[in-house]
């Protein structure tokens, strides 16, 4: 039985950008992903701690996601993060998480808005 569960060595993967940021490198994520499953990692987080995740629209990262677990095949793991700006973005990210076949999300309360431990429950339990 193939264990999907996130654990060992997880790197938090850059997003491949091209025209300055300006949109996703389609064609970089293949071997980016080949170069990542051949450091011997049990997994990455796409979209992750690396900050360019904000600055994607909804549908980029929707795609960027894609691309991920179409280019990592199955060979390692994939954690999606899908915290963002506002709960309706942050529940749409992570449902398309769970319908792509994402291994794990990560999810943050809005990074620019302190919320009271209430709202941080409520957009907590709407990302879940």
Request: aromatic share 6%; hydrophobic share 50%.
């Amino acid at each position: 039985m193939n264990d999907r569960r996130l654990h060992g060595t997880i790197a938090a993967a850059a997003t491949p950008l091209r025209e300055d940021g300006a949109r996703l490198d389609d064609d970089a994520f293949g071997p980016y992903a080949d170069f990542l499953v051949g450091g011997a990692l049990d997994g990455i987080l796409a979209f992750g701690t690396n900050g360019e995740a904000v600055l994607l629209s909804v549908d980029e990262r929707r795609r960027g996601l894609e691309l991920w677990l179409e280019s990592v095949a199955g060979r390692i793991l994939v954690a999606a993060h899908c915290g963002a700006q506002t709960t309706a973005d942050t529940v749409a990210l992570a449902a398309h998480a769970a319908e792509s076949g994402a291994d794990a999300v990560a999810v943050i309360g809005p990074p620019y808005f302190k919320l009271d431990p209430a709202a941080q429950e409520a957009h907590l339990l709407a990302a879940a």
